[in-house]
């Protein structure tokens, strides 16, 4: 009982200085301001008490220096976290024989009634997507990867997704989507969260510490699909699953990427050096791999994943605004809020009213089509709303393809997912908000390369939506032109037939069966 008497103090030291580190604010100095309101992230300090500690900018000499101490604190905190057993905590302290889980990478799960059996591919491959429902933009683009392999596979593939945090760790960890929620709509705090988990030595000591508690958990959930394949579409997903294929010795035996879903700015969780493949949605996330330590091998340029229904062509754009209830003549702006119609959707769309009206002639000069998502009330009082020109008030719609196809451009915040799904259908986009962090590079993506705008105000918003239809009709076509130029809307299929290649490599894949 001494050794564990010992660890548990080791351990507790190590905690109460993860603790202590966790007050530090890592922030983000935001320099050379643009006209257009949004600023690029140029370097990074840390800070304690309201006090430059240090930089952590890759040109600083402090924090070469600074970076070793964490580093060596980092090596110390998992090498005290690899001498508790996989698990003991959601169990029992004990060895790893106790636990069920065996150190020979067969028999994962034993006592649950699950073991691992090489058996030769013949029957349907089983893909996991481990997902969390923090922010809409990662499940759609699990059931974008689940509908490629349906389409391309056919019965081949068994796809599977999961929230692996809330439906398979017990709490508080399973309240991972309601924690994110709070911390978004409380700005501040998610951005302080956000920088503060950043550094490596903060990020992999707090998923060392955590895997104690839920690895167990993770393991007999994980194992309940009986995968062939594991991707992950979240940068929470990586770390606690490949140290339990690491601990039991199956990375060899099943496949495990990840697919990125941010385009420019992701948060440094998202790579791993054990991953068999990262799908990155852009160069410069390819560009953050490497340097994150990732290998050319394992990296994968295809895009980001969207809905094969972005595939196909659609309708003509006069027969989709038909069928939207939509003037087949006039030009169309698209202006939606995500799932939940969050935003100033309401003082945009009045604003847009006035300035698609001509006031000299007594005619419009465009519509609005508005998606309200789940925002039953918002929709209400859209509808109740006496238009001077020509309004369409949408719901929650599933075939967002044909109401991008029916509209000329498109106002929304900075999700990656809608942005690759516009940019496919070829509409310039005016981004009207994003949440700090992972959004943040998008708008320069956006606007840099000149396919979008950005701007906070209703009013300047729709003034530019008014140039677009009216005297710089030119420019509206251009970005149009370069959205195109950049989109990518085969990436879920390159995706998809990689991870199929990957597979049929390899002489046998592994089958976990009940015993």
Not at 175 to 180: A, G, K, M, V
Not at 350 to 358: F, P, R, T, V, W
Request: glycine residues 8%.
């Amino acid at each position: 009982m001494q050794p564990s008497s010992v660890n548990t103090q080791e351990r507790g030291n190590v905690v109460t200085f993860v603790d202590r580190l966790s007050h530090f604010a890592f922030d983000s100095r935001f320099n050379n301001q643009s006209s257009d309101g949004y600023s690029s992230l140029l370097s990074n300090h840390l800070y304690f008490g309201g006090k430059v500690v240090a930089s952590l900018s890759l040109r600083s000499r402090s924090a070469s220096s600074f970076r070793k101490l964490l580093n060596e604190f980092d090596r110390y905190v998992r090498f005290q976290c690899e001498r508790i057993p996989i698990g003991f905590a959601s169990v029992r302290i004990g060895s790893a024989d106790e636990n069920g889980l065996r150190g020979d990478g067969y028999g994962v799960l034993e006592e649950e009634g699950l073991h691992l059996n090489a058996v030769e591919s013949g029957n349907p491959k089983k893909v996991l997507i481990l997902m969390s429902d923090t922010g809409g933009g990662h499940r759609a683009s699990a059931e974008a990867i689940k509908a490629a392999f349906e389409e391309a596979f056919g019965d081949e593939y068994q796809v599977f997704i999961t929230d692996l945090w809330k439906d398979h760790t017990p709490w508080p960890f399973n309240q991972l989507p309601r924690s994110y929620s709070f911390l978004v709509k409380h700005g501040p705090l998610w951005k302080v969260t956000y920088y503060a988990s950043a550094p490596r030595v903060v990020h992999q000591s707090n998923f060392a510490a955590t895997s104690t508690f839920i690895a167990r958990e993770v393991a007999k959930g994980l194992m309940k699909y009986q995968p062939d394949i594991i991707i992950s579409v979240h940068p929470l997903m990586q770390h606690v699953p490949l140290r339990i294929l690491r601990a039991k010795g199956l990375l060899k035996k099943i496949v495990f990427t990840t697919v990125i879903t941010d385009l420019s700015t992701c948060h440094p969780t998202w790579f791993h050096k054990l991953v068999t493949r990262c799908y990155c949605p852009t160069e410069e996330v390819a560009k953050r791999a490497l340097k994150a330590g990732l290998q050319h091998s394992q990296i994968k340029v295809f895009g980001l994943p969207v809905r094969p229904s972005f595939v196909k062509p659609v309708h003509p754009k006069d027969a989709l605004r038909r069928e939207l209830g939509m003037d087949e003549y006039l030009p169309a702006v698209l202006l939606m809020g995500g799932g939940e119609g969050m935003g100033p959707i309401e003082a945009t769309a009045k604003a847009l009213g006035n300035a698609l009206y001509d006031e000299n002639v007594g005619e419009p000069i465009g519509q609005v089509l508005i998606i309200c998502g789940r925002n039953k009330k918002l929709a209400s009082r859209l509808l109740s709303i006496d238009w001077k020109v020509p309004v369409q008030v949408k719901g929650f719609v599933t075939k967002m393809e044909e109401c991008m196809g029916a509209c000329d451009c498109i106002i929304t915040k900075a999700g990656p997912g809608t942005i690759a799904e516009a940019m496919i259908r070829g509409l310039p986009i005016i981004l009207n908000d994003y949440i700090a962090g992972q959004e943040a590079g998008n708008v320069p993506y956006v606007v840099e390369n000149g396919f979008g705008k950005f701007s906070k105000s209703p009013k300047e918003i729709a003034n530019i939506v008014a140039e677009w239809f009216g005297p710089k009709a030119e420019e509206l076509k251009a970005m149009s032109q370069n959205a195109l130029r950049l989109s990518r809307p085969d990436a879920v299929f390159k995706i998809v037939y990689d991870l199929h290649e990957l597979v049929r490599q390899r002489s046998f894949v592994p089958q976990y069966c009940p015993t």
